[in-house]
Every structure is written in structure tokens, then in C-alpha cells.
């Protein structure tokens, strides 16, 4: 954020010299607005190209075997651009070694997820995702998984068919 911040106020500079260069250059005919009028969309062209790239470079650092499962899009009405083109503003991206299935119910399954957003530090969370019955459910201390296959201390949530999240979980190839 704060290189953002940076670019941001170098680039207000590289507008008011654009600005400042094309008034010498027409012989002083700008108006005395020009210059911080080229310094503030000289900002906002940056702010927005830094919003639309995060997903991008963050996407280019993940470590190899990390796969995006679910991208959450962004428009706002303070920034009419993003109806014509959405940006990510978070995504969640799945951990595929840390695949682990049960001995005795193979169709239960837990994997590490990482929640990335824009303005937010990531989490990392283990999920356990059901696929024969469809629903998944944050991992915390208090589960315990018997010798049946059995899993106690679980709030399980109901996901539809379509499920990004539990789809990748259930569709990753077990070795």
C-alpha cells in the first residue's frame, strides 16, 4: 500500500510536468486549471490501474500447486468503471498438496484455503468438504473424527451443485 501510495503522488508530478511541458510548448495558451486538473487524472489513471493489476501480480506469486477455486468481482457506484469492466476484489485459492482424505470415507476430503482480498490481510483456513452429501465446513479445534469415519464438532454448511469450493475440493485427484 504504501508503494501505491508512492507511485500515486509520483505520478500527480508526471502529470503536472505533461501539462506544464504542453503549456510551453503552445506558448502558455493552457488555462491556469490545467495543471492540477493533469496532476488528478494522472492519479486516478494510476489508482486505477494499481486495482485492476493486484489480482494479477498477486495471482503470479502464488507458490505452484496453489489453484484459484473462486474469484469475487467488484463493482461500486463511486467507480462507474467497474460496470463496464469488474475488478477481483478477492479470490480464494486451494492448497492442492495439502489434499487429505479419510481412511474409511473417502468421499471426505480437507484441504488448506487461502482468502486473499485487496484491503485485507490473506487467512489461511482448513476445509473439510463432504462430496457425497455436499457440504463443507471450517475446520476448528474442537473436531474429532472417530474410527467409522464419523465427525463431531462441525457446524456443516449445505452448498449448492455449483459450488466452486467444494467442486475443486472433490474434483482434485487423490495420489
Same mark, same amino acid.
Given at each position: 500500500? +504504501?508503494?501505491?501510495?508512492?507511485?500515486?503522488?509520483?505520478?500527480?508530478?508526471?502529470?503536472?510536468?505533461?501539462?506544464?511541458?504542453?503549456? /510551453?510548448?503552445?506558448?502558455?495558451?493552457?488555462? /491556469?486549471?490545467?495543471?492540477?486538473?493533469? !496532476?488528478?487524472?494522472?492519479?486516478?489513471? @494510476?489508482? %486505477?490501474?494499481?486495482?485492476?493489476?493486484?489480482?494479477? =501480480?498477486?495471482?503470479?506469486?502464488?507458490?505452484?500447486?496453489?489453484?484459484? %477455486?473462486?474469484?469475487?468481482?467488484?463493482? *461500486?457506484?463511486?467507480?462507474?468503471?467497474?460496470?463496464?469492466?469488474? $475488478?477481483?476484489?478477492? +479470490? %480464494?485459492?486451494?492448497?492442492?498438496?495439502?489434499? =487429505? @482424505?479419510?481412511? %474409511?470415507? *473417502?468421499?471426505?476430503?480437507?484441504?488448506?484455503?487461502?482468502?486473499?482480498?485487496?484491503? *485485507?490481510?490473506? =487467512?489461511?483456513?482448513?476445509?473439510?468438504?463432504?462430496?457425497?452429501?455436499?457440504?463443507? !465446513?471450517?475446520?476448528?479445534?474442537?473436531?474429532? $473424527?472417530?474410527? &467409522?469415519?464419523?465427525? &463431531?464438532?462441525?457446524?456443516?454448511? /449445505?452448498?449448492?451443485?455449483?459450488?466452486?469450493?467444494? @467442486?475443486?475440493?472433490?474434483?482434485? &485427484?487423490? @495420489?
Amino acid at each position: 500500500m +504504501f508503494y501505491e501510495m508512492i507511485a500515486t503522488l509520483v505520478s500527480a508530478f508526471v502529470g503536472a510536468g505533461l501539462v506544464l511541458i504542453l503549456n /510551453k510548448l503552445t506558448g502558455g495558451r493552457l488555462p /491556469k486549471w490545467a495543471m492540477p486538473v493533469g !496532476a488528478g487524472l494522472a492519479m486516478i489513471a @494510476t489508482t %486505477v490501474a494499481t486495482e485492476y493489476a493486484w489480482y494479477d =501480480r498477486t495471482r503470479d506469486l502464488l507458490p505452484e500447486g496453489m489453484t484459484i %477455486v473462486m474469484e469475487v468481482e467488484n463493482t *461500486s457506484l463511486y467507480r462507474p468503471w467497474t460496470y463496464a469492466v469488474p $475488478f477481483v476484489e478477492r +479470490f %480464494v485459492a486451494m492448497d492442492e498438496h495439502s489434499l =487429505r @482424505t479419510h481412511a %474409511v470415507r *473417502s468421499e471426505l476430503r480437507m484441504v488448506d484455503l487461502l482468502y486473499m482480498g485487496r484491503w *485485507s490481510p490473506a =487467512r489461511q483456513m482448513v476445509v473439510l468438504g463432504d462430496c457425497a452429501a455436499g457440504k463443507r !465446513a471450517p475446520l476448528i479445534d474442537a473436531v474429532e $473424527f472417530d474410527a &467409522s469415519g464419523q465427525v &463431531s464438532g462441525v457446524e456443516w454448511t /449445505k452448498v449448492p451443485d455449483d459450488d466452486p469450493i467444494l @467442486t475443486a475440493i472433490c474434483n482434485l &485427484s487423490v @495420489t
